[in-house]
């Protein structure tokens, strides 16, 4: 199975916490204050090369601790100096991806909120992604009642959906899969955040006909117990990753979860955008919605009801993004920081608010909904496996159902399957005998 790595990333710099060794050298004062009367003085190894000076002993209390943060000054300088160095060395987008902000100046698009290192602390090492399966030919003849070929000139949509195994798993990518045959010239990123392969993923997406690409690529153990867990940077993370493997720069990249619903208009929307489209998403927090606000045809602002200081309060389904525009930032990333995906990654492709571009109708339409299915357990019924052979087709499906990892099957757990004939309820051997 091919596979491929991201190299590792840097780790942030650490140093001694100046309160522990403050509380270290006030217990050793205590304990020199405590001393019985006519004990020896403990034993100090700085006193005993120094025992010919009168005055060793009244440095101890002082000059221990000046010592040791003279000795930390230089470290501290030297950290300083390197953080100025690399913020007026690195480029614009660099900085942005690393966290040390943008350009300096008093105007709107100050990089106020990025000073912080959260860019280098969200990363995670030795993630990996595995290429399961591609189908890189077209099989559909016709979208839309038109012959492929009327559609060869068009850029291509490059679809990203991460997704993880649920109930609601299947079921969501078919739905979604039967809007995307819709779609003419458009290639299907399937990124599942699980250790190994879904084999029956690979035969379903193979089996719609449309370009696809299926990854498997898992959170990194770190973030899994995190309240809230960064659910889908990893998938987001490997399919920009595919992206930049076959050097894609020709067409459009397009953050599409599984749960949501689309009107087939955003997709000839998208496909126009020159740098980065943005656009309203229904059903998103407390107003209903999340999108620009639009004066005279341009992006002026935003209307969300969770700003949390970003500057591009968006959701990942309200933008899309020209891959040529994005090839000129080696730097992209998305940080392992939940609410703040979409605004550190647009802050990593150096987005002026002047290269916005409104879609749907100067943003006054929905074209994409936040809709949410409801998660629940895998359900557990009892039903004993001798009935689940091949006399009736309750063996086949249960298989289905929990390959799926909607429903299975026991012995002895869960609700004992109910079974009915002319509305009673009768038993699994009256029928499956």
Known sequence: M???????????LTSTDDDEEEANIERHQQQHQRRPKGAAAPSIPFLEAHHHSPMAHLRVASGVVGGRRRCLLPLVGALLFLIAFCYFTFGVDTRLALGLGGVGGGSDDSDDGMHSLDGILSRALNETLHLCSEGLFDQR?????????????????????????????????????HTLLHVPRLHWLVANDQEGCNVFMDLMLKGFGIPYTHLASPMPSNFRK??????????????????????LTNGILYFGDDDNTYDLRLFSEIRQTQRVSMFPVGFIADYGVSGPVVRKGKVVAFLDSWLAGRRWPVDMAGFAVNLQYMAQFPNVNMPYKPGFEEDRFLRSIGLRLDQIEPRGN??????????????????????????????????????????MGVASASDTEGPKALISKNGKAAAHSTILS
Not at 2 to 12: E, I, K, R, V
Not at 152 to 171: A, H
Not at 226 to 247: H, S
């Open 141 to 177: 003849l016709y979208v839309q009642d038109k012959p492929m070929e009327e559609y060869g000139n068009l850029p291509i949509i490059y679809f990203v959906t991460p997704t993880y195994p649920r109930r609601e798993q299947i079921p969501e990518l078919t739905r979604l899969a």
């Open 2 to 12: 091919p596979s491929a790595y991201y190299a590792p990333l840097d780790q942030p």
């Open 226 to 247: 995190a309240k809230p867990a960064p659910r889908g940077v990893a998938n987001r993370r490997a399919a920009l990753q595919w992206l930049r493997q076959r050097n």
């Open 362 to 403: 100067n943003c006054t339409e929905i074209l994409v909904w936040h809709t949410q299915t409801k998660s629940k357990k895998a359900a557990v019924v009892r039903l004993e496996s001798e009935y689940l052979d091949g006399r009736s087709n309750l063996g086949a499906l249960f298989r289905s159902l929990k390959i």
